[in-house]
């Protein structure tokens, strides 16, 4: 994958996050849990970061992603766990954890 479309797709999905970030704190009710894997997400980005700064080092990149996957699986399972959740702040969960994963995927 060109390095510019992998720069466009990861600002696309730091972008996902902070909306769940956001998403979190307006929202009249998140449980704790979930905003704990959100803050999580949101913390992780900075390796993520990091290793898109290497030229040519996908396989960091690669091993960030797969971890903000797992966080981010986490943090599905906690929308899933509560039924009075904020649509918009689930459809911002699964929007970033869907487009982490398939920029994973895309760079295997």
Do not use: N
């Not at 996957?69 to 599905?76: H, K, P, Q, S």
Request: proline share 3%; charged share 35%.
């Amino acid at each position: 994958m060109q390095r510019e479309l992998v720069r466009e797709r990861l600002s696309f999905i730091e972008q996902c996050i902070d909306d769940a970030a956001l998403a979190c704190r307006e929202t009249g009710y998140a449980p704790e849990e979930l905003k704990a894997w959100v803050r999580e997400l949101d913390r992780r980005w900075a390796e993520v970061e990091a290793a898109a700064g290497h030229p040519l080092d996908a396989t960091s990149l690669r091993a960030c992603l797969e971890t903000l996957e797992e966080i981010g699986d986490r943090a599905v399972e906690a929308c899933r766990e509560q039924r009075h959740i904020d649509p918009q702040l689930r459809m911002a969960v699964h929007t970033a954890r869907h487009e982490i994963a398939a920029l994973r995927r895309q760079l295997h």
